[in-house]
């Protein structure tokens, strides 16, 4: 039985382009986005997949992303649920702060930490550990299940929670999930083995 796994971020949204801190916050789409959006829709179709199940965030630009990826695979179909335990890391007080404006405050290192740490939450904000805590409940208890059971599953998500899950998924270590980046719009198929090891990994960039 194949079971297969994919997750990808949201297309560039408005406030990626204008370098904005995110979180929880919902800006749109940019053209560029929507671009990306169709593209990874491209690429997925050249795989051959159907879906069974999808699952994104309560955010407008992971939804999107979803939506346009599902026209360009002629997929529009595919059972869909929304949850909030996959949005982005709240930023808390960073949110709505530029990043580069918060280097010259706090410093590259520390604004660093913020962004990348395993533990290290941003002021009134989630960590990392804070954001799998809510992301891994939901892929263990509501997406493994489809996986295991044969589907084929899509996760649209965001930067952070992708990075939740992708730790996760890898057993990827605290100093590990430092270096991990996940691209907007790029898609990462996973091949699972029956006792939801990964078996195979595959980026699918342009
Ligand atoms: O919420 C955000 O600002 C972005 O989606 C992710 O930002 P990061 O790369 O700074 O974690």
């Known amino acids: 039985m194949v079971r297969t796994l994919v997750l990808v971020r949201h297309g560039?949204?408005?406030?990626?382009?204008k370098n904005l801190f995110t979180g929880w916050r919902d800006p749109d789409l940019t053209e560029k986005g929507v671009e990306e959006a169709k593209a990874a829709g491209e690429r997925l179709k050249a795989t051959g997949l159907v879906f069974d199940r999808a699952f994104t965030s309560n955010l407008s630009r992971a939804q999107r992303t979803l939506s346009l990826l599902q026209g360009t695979l002629g997929?529009?179909?595919?059972?869909?649920?929304?949850?909030?335990?996959?949005?982005?890391?709240?930023?808390?007080?960073?949110?709505?702060?530029?990043?580069d404006d918060a280097?010259?405050?706090?410093?590259?290192?520390?604004?660093?930490?913020?962004?990348?740490?395993?533990?290290?939450?941003?002021?009134?904000?989630?960590?990392?550990?804070?954001?799998?805590?809510?992301?891994?409940?939901?892929?263990?208890?509501t997406i493994q299940p489809q996986v295991?059971?044969?589907?084929?599953?899509?996760?649209a998500a965001h930067g952070n929670s992708l990075r939740a899950l992708v730790m996760a998924l890898e057993g990827l270590s605290p100093d590990e999930i430092?270096?991990?980046?996940?691209?907007?719009?790029?898609?990462?198929?996973?091949k699972l083995?029956?006792?939801?090891?990964?078996?195979?990994?595959?980026?699918?960039?342009a």
């Open 178 to 190: 430092v270096n991990a980046e996940i691209a907007t719009g790029v898609p990462i198929v996973y």
């Open 103 to 141: 280097r010259a405050k706090w410093g590259e290192e520390q604004v660093h930490v913020w962004r990348r740490s395993y533990d290290v939450p941003p002021p009134g904000g989630e960590s990392l550990k804070d954001t799998g805590a809510r992301v891994w409940p939901y892929y263990i208890h």
């Open 75 to 99: 997929q529009a179909d595919i059972p869909t649920e929304r949850s909030e335990a996959l949005n982005e890391r709240d930023y808390g007080d960073l949110s709505g702060l530029n990043k």
């Open 12 to 17: 560039q949204s408005d406030w990626n382009l």
């Open 148 to 155: 295991l059971g044969g589907g084929n599953v899509i996760v």
């Open 193 to 205: 083995n029956a006792d939801s090891s990964v078996a195979s990994k595959d980026v699918l960039e």
